[in-house]
């Protein structure tokens, strides 16, 4: 049976890999979004920002990793191994930012389907 301490660094580990991932997924859409880059990659990161905002969603705007921490022991702002100020405001900058990414990609979208005609 693993110790708690071993269950909570387990689980920062898990949520501080998921985070970075997000993190770079979103800004890849914005890239996307931004330059008009469109190939196979732009799927990956846009399923899993997608996966990511339902699960948010469907736990009331709360991550659940950051609850697994804190059911076994971490102390709130700490439940993944990146420095509190950093991810104090995640919602409130990557909400914002995952929105303006998928309109600047739906408008790059639907001017080139438009251009044509």
């Known amino acids: ?16 890999i998921v985070y970075v991932v997000m993190a770079v997924s979103v800004f890849a ?8 880059a469109s190939a196979a990659w732009f799927w990956i990161p846009g399923q899993l920002v997608a996966i990511e905002v339902a699960v948010f969603v469907g736990n009331g705007m709360k991550c659940p990793m950051s ?3 804190t ?13 509190e100020r950093l991810t104090r405001h995640t919602l409130q900058f ?3 930012l995952i929105g303006v990414s998928v309109v600047l990609v739906l408008a790059r979208w639907w ?3 438009n251009a044509d005609g």
């Open 29 to 36: 859409i914005f890239y996307a979004g931004v330059t008009g």
């Open 94 to 96: 990557f909400g914002p």
């Open 111 to 113: 001017i080139a389907a």
């Open 1 to 16: 049976m693993l110790r708690s301490s071993r269950v909570l660094a387990l689980i920062r580990s898990v949520h501080t």
């Open 67 to 69: 609850a697994m921490a």
């Open 71 to 83: 059911r076994h022991g971490a102390v709130a702002g700490h439940d993944t191994f990146l420095p």
